[in-house]
C-alpha cells in the first residue's frame, strides 16, 4: 500500500519518488552501487540499525559487501512532498539469513535539486 500526500502539480514528482523508493530497496537487495552512485546526494547520511552513521562512502562500502538478508521488499510506503523536499516512511520484510522472517522500518528524506531527486539522508531499524 503506497500513501502520498502530493498536489495535482507534482504527480510526476509522486510518480518519480515511488520508482526510486522501489529502486531504492531492489538496490540494496541486489547490492546494486551504480544505482546508488547515481541517486544519493554527495552529502548522504546514513542512520544504521545498529546506531552507527555513515556518510555517501561509508554507505556504498556496505552495500558492496551484499545484504545476507534475502527476499527484501518494501510495504505500508507513504510518501509526502513538501515543496523540493519529500520524505518516505516505509516497513521492510526479508528473510534472515537462518530462514526466519525479518522486518524494518526506514525513512529517506529526498531532496529536489537542479530538477532531480536525490537522497540526502536515510534511516534504518530493524525489528
Request: net charge negative.
Amino acid at each position: 500500500m503506497t500513501t502520498a500526500t502530493a498536489t495535482v502539480s507534482n504527480v510526476s514528482d509522486l510518480d518519480a519518488l515511488q520508482d526510486l523508493n522501489h529502486n531504492y530497496v531492489r538496490s540494496v537487495q541486489e547490492a546494486d552501487i551504480g544505482w546508488f552512485d547515481a541517486n544519493l546526494a554527495d552529502d548522504f547520511l546514513n542512520s544504521n540499525p545498529d546506531g552507527t552513521l555513515v556518510d555517501r562512502t561509508g554507505f556504498l562500502a556496505q552495500i558492496a559487501r551484499k545484504s545476507p538478508v534475502t527476499n527484501l521488499r518494501e510495504e505500508d510506503v507513504r510518501i509526502v512532498i513538501r515543496g523540493d523536499f519529500a520524505f518516505i516512511h516505509a516497513r521492510t520484510t526479508y528473510t534472515k539469513p537462518d530462514g526466519g522472517p525479518g522486518a524494518g522500518r526506514y525513512t529517506d528524506i529526498w531532496w529536489k535539486r537542479d530538477d532531480r531527486w536525490l537522497c540526502v539522508s536515510a534511516h534504518v531499524t530493524r525489528a
